[in-house]
């Protein structure tokens, strides 16, 4: 069964920090993993997009990576803003043209 | 250029009574998207369209209807709510199989 698991379920950091949000998948055959944002009462929207052959994406303060090997993602974010507090969702796109399997999402809060 | 929206935002319904969300897109896309959205669970697929006039069942498609009569709209069907249909309910589009989605931003439905 396709399956992607999230870590941390939730995070609380002090505006300014850095952080890194990590992604386990189980996705056969894979064909691409995304990232989303998704603030509270809003629908997700795209942060990045990675297929086999690349290793690191970035957009503006998110970055990105992947590990085909391991089928690891990880996404960071550097310099946190108070705008930064959402749920950050990995997804994952078997080569089916519309199977996404959704992780559970991280709840990042970031303080001031 | 508004992307996807959704109508209704919100809406309460009793056990048994019908409703139909509509979804409206004005970005040309092809593919479009029923999710559900429910607490501590990924986005789960409801029907899915590849095309005007096409649907498809996806993952959670038990109780509900689709239509895609015109390229532009994708409207959801429940033809007898239930209590466990209490969701937010998320329509998405995108224009071919590997780009990312586009999400609205939501219909939260309580059937009580």
């Known amino acids: 069964k396709n399956q992607v698991e999230q870590s941390p379920q939730s995070l609380i950091i002090l505006e300014g920090k850095n952080c890194t949000l990590q992604?386990?998948?189980?996705?056969?055959?894979?064909?691409?993993l995304r990232w989303y944002k998704q603030d509270t009462g809003r629908g997700p929207v795209s942060l990045t997009i990675?297929?086999?052959?690349?290793n690191t994406k970035s957009n503006g303060r998110y970055t990105a990576t992947l590990d085909a090997d391991t089928k690891q993602s990880s996404l960071h974010i550097t310099a946190s803003q108070l705008s930064d507090s959402a749920s950050y969702i990995c997804?994952?796109?078997?080569?089916?043209?519309?199977?996404?399997?959704f992780g559970k999402g991280t709840m990042l809060l970031v303080s001031p | 250029n508004a992307g996807v929206t959704q109508t209704p935002k919100f809406r309460v319904l009793k056990t048994g009574q019908s409703m139909t969300l509509l979804c409206a897109q004005d970005?040309?896309?092809?593919?479009m998207y029923w999710y559900r959205q429910d607490p501590g669970m990924g986005l789960r697929l409801i029907h899915y369209?590849?095309?005007?006039?096409?649907?498809a069942k996806g993952e959670v498609p038990d109780g509900y209807n689709v239509s895609r009569l015109k390229k532009q709209n994708f409207l959801l069907g429940l033809e007898s709510a239930a209590p466990s249909q209490t969701s937010v309910y998320f329509c998405a589009s995108k224009d071919r199989p590997l780009r990312k989605l586009f999400f609205g931003s939501g219909t939260q439905l309580s059937v009580l």
């Open positions: 992604c386990n998948y189980t996705v056969s055959p894979f064909s691409n």
């Open positions: 997804v994952v796109a078997n080569s089916g043209y519309s199977t996404l399997t």
């Open positions: 369209s590849v095309g005007e006039g096409t649907t």
């Open positions: 990675m297929t086999f052959s690349e």
């Open positions: 970005m040309n896309h092809e593919y």
